[in-house]
């Protein structure tokens, strides 16, 4: 496989060709913000957190394929402000409160706010009523807390092979369903494997019976099942 | 099917038609103002007037100046009416041996007719589209069988290369450029798309011309996988459109009955079948990967480009999407010769363009130029100004990706650089005009209202984004925002604009933006210091 | 649901396993091989026979072209085309594209909401009217523009859409007609 010779904030690194800008970042130490990404799962370059500036032009980095001679920023001015926008966007569309949040501490749209420096929502709060489905034996979904990354979606349909998750309506209505949006409890096709708990990013999929600040996902664990299941063969 | 056989149906088309043909407008329009009716009557008229042998009634496509409809012509006398009720219709018979006419006259050397140049829609209110002979009567697939026989696929693609077509859709991407690359890209199956889902509001150009001329637009799509290597195509429709999805039908049924759809096309090897699929209500599919995953039976979610279609499309295979309008251009290019096309237009958008005149204008309807008049022509010229003594304020392309031009910058030529430079676009070629009464403040708000509802919701900028827009704008509409209110506002746009993942997203602050750039004064009004 | 004046919006509910819309539903989906792509179109089908999806026909939808409950329910309502509730036995839908917005189609919005007593996208409480808007019908020419009970009509003012729905309000619903 041919190498590619590219620029990251100004420093010359190779990567492997049909590499994404975010696993070459990775490799070379840099790190890019990132939300809908999980390692292990396909790429949808929905949350344009990572996005870099690519000569100029804007590009998500977990989709966007590595070329000979790239010049890539991934940390200006005016990326950061727009990753603060899009992380405040998030927080003023549910309801976020990470005070009573089970994910609290754990949670990566938390961390992001923190290390973009993000401390205040200067947008309305659209606060819309979202259930709270606990109609399943051992685990919960609170939709306040969903910021639709999809990562369950394709947990599910990709590591598990069952498809239980998808998304209803669309723009802001959009929602995480269950089967024929049935409770999770009543959705036939859940196998109860708890793989889209481990790819949640916040605590919208949790354990039910914890509290506060006790739900911790092992998002990682995603990327070892794959991994190793591509060893096996 | 072979070309004598084609020669032989339009010989015979040209032998059973009568002296003088009554020309009824049939497309929605027309159709919805009793047109069907008046159809009845006029035939009915001829029958009691003992003229059947002299004068046939046929139901044609669409003539374009559907303000004034219902329209009749009487082919070659070349007179007009306008303005038609069933009840002209003896009158209208009558008056072809020179009785008094009833109906309103209407004047074919108005400059609404006299301006256009015809290409796309050089049938339109002339054939009838529900017959392939009318259709291979005025010289239909004659291309096809030309670029079959006479040319290879190679030398197919060179002739849409030098012509300089550009996408009709909207972005303008070089058509020959872009069947180049799917013919070069790798893949065991390749398909043809024709991307009918005219989403943008007060544009119908696409709709009229699949009513009036599907089979321009099958020729089109077939040429164009004999140059691709394609076997299946698909003609994507807006639901919206059941009249043009009907005519579409029939024309596919009619095609494949003459084997100039299937298998052995003309006795070559070309081999292609064209389905339609009927989309179900979604701005967003308009957009080609959002169409594509439509196609799939999928949410018409976009997906991140690269890869484009032209090297992975429907199934991953290359697909080649083009609009309504590239399509229709095809058989005349390949008819005429690039360098005929090519001379139409200007130096950088060559040919023609339809536009939909509506809005505060006198003669709302269908217009095709050549590419480079400018909007002052076009909208007083051919639109023929406001109506009721008002004065055309401004004038919106391009529907909600695209922008508003006011009217001190009308001597601005309509190509595709031209219009991004005034902060609009070309889009598909819908073109709203506005007067002294419409608030631009208000507009931008109906057009953010459309892109939040319309919002796929799979990223965040757009999902979120145009919300917040959309809130700011109604706190400005009621008297209640700040200054600050206005930068929040300024910095959500460029924010969506530049952040967001398919280009429904990127353009939806383009309204809001112009809006702030021509009419600040507008808004100034609105905001409390 | 056993006399002859149930509403046609509650058709679906009496729908037997011996129904001949499900037989028609069913060539539909074997003509397009049961392939799962074909989703949109068999929605389209089940919609036109039934009026609306129910969740016994989306999950039927479901199991024939092995697609799983939760991605059929997710394309049925991606859709603006497909609804999940019934219609009324009238229906009147308003275009809202930009022409008809600029000759004036808020105003019919706003008769038509008078006329009906319900607001775009509801149904009245009794099933008979339903009214929607429409994001453009592509009948610029003749704006504003509205389709009362599948027919397009053009250039319409307020007072004629309200005096419209009115008197269809007032007629004896098809049902009861037929008793």
Not at chain 2, 449 to 467: A, H, L, Q, Y
Request: charged residues 20%; proline residues 5%; aromatic residues 6%.
């Amino acid at each position: 496989m041919a190498a590619k010779t590219l620029k990251i904030n100004g420093t010359m690194i190779s990567a492997r060709e049909g590499e994404s800008i975010l696993e070459a970042a990775r490799d070379s130490g840099v790190s890019i913000p990132t939300l809908c990404h999980l390692d292990g799962l396909s790429d949808v370059g929905a949350c344009r957190l990572c996005i870099v500036d690519v000569g100029g032009r804007l590009r998500p980095a977990c989709t966007t394929a590595v070329a000979e001679g790239m010049d890539i920023q991934t940390n200006t001015e005016q990326l950061r402000a727009y990753r603060r926008q899009i992380v405040e966007l998030l927080f003023a569309e549910r309801g976020h409160v990470c005070a009573v949040c089970v994910a609290s501490g754990h949670c990566e749209l938390q961390n992001l706010a923190v290390s973009l420096g993000m401390d205040h929502v200067r947008y309305d709060y659209l606060a819309p009523t979202c259930t709270v489905d606990i109609s399943h034996q051992r685990f919960g979904i609170d939709h306040n807390r969903c910021v639709l990354c999809t990562r369950c979606v394709r947990a599910c349909d990709e590591v598990e092979g069952v498809h239980t998750w998808d998304i209803s309506g669309r723009g802001t209505s959009a929602r995480i369903i269950s089967d024929l949006n049935q409770p999770w409890g009543d959705a036939e096709s859940c196998t109860s494997c708890g793989k889209c708990l481990l790819a949640c990013p916040t605590g919208a999929l949790f354990q039910r019976g914890s509290t506060v600040a006790e739900m911790e996902h092992a998002s990682g664990r995603i990327a070892v099942i794959v991994e190793s299941r591509r060893v096996r063969g | 099917m072979d070309l004598h056989e084609l020669q032989q149906i339009a010989r015979r088309e040209r032998e059973r038609r009568r002296r003088i043909r009554i020309h009824c407008c049939t497309s929605l329009g027309c159709h919805a103002s009793n047109a069907i009716e008046i159809k009845r009557r006029l035939e009915e008229a001829v029958i009691a007037a003992g003229l059947e042998g002299e004068i046939e009634v046929a139901g044609v496509g669409c003539m374009g100046f559907c303000g004034h409809g219902p329209m009749v012509e009487i082919d070659p006398e070349n007179i007009l009416y306008e303005y038609v009720s069933p009840d002209d219709a003896p009158s209208i018979v009558a008056s072809i041996h020179g009785g008094a006419c009833t109906a309103g006259r209407g004047d074919k050397n108005h400059p609404f007719f006299a301006r256009q140049y015809p290409i796309v829609r050089k049938n339109g209110g002339k054939i009838d589209p529900e017959r392939i002979e009318e259709y291979i009567a005025a010289g239909g697939y004659r291309s096809l069988y030309r670029a079959i026989n006479e040319m290879t696929p190679a030398e197919v693609i060179d002739e849409i290369t030098r012509s300089g077509l550009r996408g009709r859709g909207g972005a303008g991407y070089p058509t020959g450029l872009k069947w180049a690359t799917v013919a070069k890209s790798r893949g065991d199956r390749r398909f043809v798309v024709c991307n009918g889902d005219e989403g943008d509001p007060g544009a119908f150009m696409d709709r009229s011309v699949l009513e009036s001329d599907p089979h321009l637009v099958l020729e089109g799509m077939s040429i164009a996988a004999y140059a691709v290597g394609a076997d299946q195509g698909y003609v994507y429709v807006r639901g919206e459109y059941p009249l043009a999805i009907e005519r579409l039908q029939k024309a596919i049924n009619q095609a494949k009955k003459h084997s100039l759809l299937g298998s052995q096309i003309f006795d070559s090897a070309l081999d292609f079948r064209v389905d339609i699929r009927v989309g179900a209500g979604a701005f967003v599919c308009g957009e080609e990967t959002a169409l594509i995953a439509s196609i799939e039976g999928g949410r018409g979610q976009p997906r991140p480009r690269p890869p484009y279609p032209a090297e992975s499309g429907l199934w991953g295979k290359p697909t080649l999407i083009n609009n309504v309008e590239t399509f229709a251009n095809i058989a005349s290019i390949i008819e005429r010769g690039s360098a005929w096309y090519s001379g139409i237009g200007t130096e950088s958008s060559r040919g023609t363009k339809v536009f939909a005149l509506t809005g505060k204008i006198c003669n709302t309807g269908l217009v095709e130029v050549p590419m480079g008049m400018t909007l002052r022509e076009i909208v007083e010229g051919l639109g023929g100004g406001a109506p009721d003594g008002g004065t055309v304020k401004a004038v919106q392309t391009g529907g909600p990706s695209g922008g508003c031009i006011p009217a001190s910058l009308f001597d601005t030529p309509v190509d595709y650089e031209s219009l991004a430079k005034v902060g609009s676009i070309m889009g598909s070629g819908g073109m709203v005009v506005m007067d002294e009464a419409t608030n631009m403040v208000e507009l931008a708000k109906f057009y953010m209202e459309f892109c939040m509802d319309e919002s796929c919701g799979k990223c965040i900028p757009c999902r979120v984004g145009t919300v917040q827009i959309y809130r700011l704008l109604e706190k400005i509409t009621a008297g209640e925002a700040t200054p600050a209110d206005v930068d929040q506002l300024r910095a959500l746009c460029q924010l969506v604009r530049d952040t967001s993942l398919c280009g429904l997203g990127q353009s939806a602050p383009n309204p809001v933006i112009s809006t702030l750039k021509y009419f600040p004064e507008e808004y100034d009004a609105l905001i409390k210091p | 649901m056993e006399t002859s004046s149930v509403s046609p919006h509650m058709r679906d509910t009496s729908a037997s396993i011996n129904d001949n819309r499900l037989k028609i539903l069913e060539a539909t989906m074997k003509r397009n091989q049961y392939r799962p792509d074909a989703l949109i179109e068999v929605l389209h089908k089940a919609q036109e026979l039934f009026g609306f999806l129910s969740p016994t026909l989306l999950i039927s939808v479901a199991r024939s072209l092995h697609l799983p409950p939760s991605r059929v329910y997710g394309v049925a309502t991606f859709y603006h085309f497909f609804s999940l509730a019934p219609q009324g036995e009238h229906t009147c839908t308003i275009c809202l594209g930009t022409a008809c917005y600029v000759r004036g189609a808020n105003n019919l919005m706003v008769a038509a909401e008078g006329a009906i007593g319900v607001s775009a996208g509801k149904t009245t409480a009794d099933g008979t009217f339903s009214l929607a808007s429409a994001r453009c019908l592509g009948a610029c020419g003749i704006a504003p523009a509205v389709i009362v009970d599948g027919v397009v009509a053009g250039n319409v003012t307020p007072r004629d859409l309200s005096a419209r729905l009115v008197a269809l309000l007032a007629s004896p619903s098809k049902d009861e007609s037929r008793t």
